[in-house]
């Protein structure tokens, strides 16, 4: 089954302290691997792709197959960070088809 | 750039009304969906659209109806409205390139009392 997970509801840090968003998934064959942020009355945006391997508003994401993992990181996390993070997969030949994790609400304090 | 259009953006409805929540794109992307998301559950897909004249169900179709007439417009209709359905619905739409970004609309916001 086709499913990705993200364990924290809710992660709080202080300005300037690393971020780690974690993402773990379940598919089969090979998948294509999204972030998407929604920041505060605003629609879902694309933050990262796995396939870019780049580096938006300094976070990243390493698509680790082993672990089956994709986590975003950020090493100094700001204020303007605060938003909702989606993890989401694309299966092969899915159609446009997108699975999202619950998501992870990142709040950082000053 | 209109992007992805969604209308309305708030709604009130009664149990056992019927709307239609619309959606367009400009982008003549080929790929059109349907999400709904809720509190601690993420986006879940309701229906998605490969293209103009099909369509298909996804992880939450009870309830919705949908139908794709053009490469445009995608839209969303509830039968018989429930409150299990009150939500914050989103379209969004991709081309059918590999790794492609999806695009999403602002949202409706529906409350089913």
């Known amino acids: 089954a086709q499913r990705v997970t993200q364990p924290e509801k809710l992660l709080s840090v202080f300005k300037g302290a690393p971020v780690e968003l974690k993402c773990n998934y379940s598919y089969s064959g090979s998948p294509e691997l999204f972030w998407y942020v929604q920041y505060s009355r605003q629609r879902l945006q694309l933050l990262l792709r796995?396939?870019s391997r780049e580096s938006i508003k300094g976070f990243t994401a390493d698509l680790n197959k082993g672990e089956t993992s994709f986590h975003l990181k950020k090493p100094f996390a700001q204020e303007e960070d605060s938003a909702m993070y989606y993890c989401a997969l694309r299966g092969y030949n899915q159609g446009g088809k997108l699975i999202f994790g619950q998501g992870t609400e990142l709040s950082v304090k000053p | 750039n209109a992007g992805v259009t969604q209308t309305p953006k708030f709604q009130v409805l009664k149990t056992g009304q019927s709307m239609t929540l619309q959606c367009a794109q400009d982008?003549?992307?080929?790929?059109m969906s349907w999400y709904r998301q809720d509190p601690g559950m993420g986006l879940r897909l309701i229906h998605y659209s490969v293209g103009a004249g099909i369509t298909d169900q996804g992880e939450v179709p009870n309830g919705y109806n949908v139908s794709r007439s053009t490469t445009e417009d995608f839209p969303l209709r509830l039968l018989s409205a429930a409150p299990s359905q009150t939500s914050v619905y989103f379209c969004?739409?991709?081309?059918?390139?590999?790794?492609?970004?999806?695009?999403f609309g602002q949202g409706t916001r529906l409350t089913v009392v």
């Open positions: 796995h396939i």
């Open positions: 982008m003549n992307h080929e790929y």
């Open positions: 969004a739409s991709s081309s059918s390139s590999r790794e492609t970004e999806a695009f």
